[in-house]
T-cell receptor
Framework: GDSVTQMEGPVTLSEEAFLTINCTYT??????LFWYVQYPGEGLQLLLK?????DKGSNKGFEATYRKETTSFHLEKGSVQVSDSAVYFC????????????FGTGTSLTVIP | DTGVSQNPRHKITKRGQNVTFRCDPI?????LYWYRQTLGQGPEFLTY????????KSRLLSDRFSAERPKGSFSTLEIQRTEQGDSAMYLC????????????FGPGTRLTVT
């Protein structure tokens, strides 16, 4: 079935470091791919999305490119800030998933000053 | 618009009791979803409504769980005869049909069964 695999955390980085969180997916058809972020004590928020191969989603300095050939959607940011500390979830939704999302297990990021 | 709201935010109950959670979606959204999230895991789909019709249910949704959306606006999720394994965060999300599956999540209701 459809699924998402995320790199395990937790990840700890110093401020201004480069961030990569890996996400790969398994799906039949052509899913849409998403990154959601969950700040402490808050609900999930959509960070960015891509709906077809080679699309790049971007928001708040974060980017992810939909790579069909490697079935990946890695999240990157060039220079992280303390305020980026949160849990990041990769997710997919597609023509074969009905109307539900499949989420990865989440990657906890802590940025230290 | 204040987004998706859920009540209560926290619920502690004893095993065997019934609990009910409420979700108020974004007002113009016709789709509503319930998910369950346990510690260290991503959200898992439970059920989905389009307007007042419940169109999908996960195998995770045992017969002790029931969800309603009677007027196509707010929704309730009831768990009967709670078990300790039901302890989790219950998330509600809503979306507008035709917006490429962009779901907006509420803050969740954290259930603790003692």
């Amino acid at each position: 079935g459809d699924s998402v695999t995320q790199m395990e955390g937790p990840v700890t980085l110093s401020e201004e470091a480069f961030l990569t969180i890996n996400c790969t997916y398994t799906a039949t058809g052509y899913p849409s791919l998403f990154w959601y972020v969950q700040y402490p004590g808050e609900g999930l928020q959509l960070l960015l999305k891509a709906t077809k191969a080679d699309d790049k989603g971007s928001n708040k300095g974060f980017e992810a490119t939909y790579r069909k050939e490697t079935t990946s959607f890695h999240l990157e940011k060039g220079s992280v800030q303390v305020s980026d500390s949160a849990v990041y979830f990769c997710a997919l939704s597609g023509p074969n998933t009905g109307n539900q999302f499949y989420f990865g297990t989440g990657t906890s990021l802590t940025v230290i000053p | 618009d204040t987004g998706v709201s859920q009540n209560p935010r926290h619920k502690i109950t004893k095993r065997g009791q019934n609990v009910t959670f409420r979700c108020d979606p974004i007002s113009e959204h016709n789709r509503l979803y319930w998910y369950r999230q346990t510690l260290g895991q991503g959200p898992e789909f439970l059920t989905y409504f389009q307007n007042e019709a419940q169109l999908e249910k996960s195998r995770l949704l045992s017969d002790r769980f029931s969800a309603e959306r009677p007027k196509g606006s707010f929704s309730t999720l009831e768990i009967q005869r709670t078990e300790q394994g039901d302890s989790a965060m219950y998330l509600c999300a809503s979306s507008l049909e035709g917006t490429v599956d962009e779901q907006y999540f509420g803050p969740g209701t954290r259930l603790t069964v003692t």
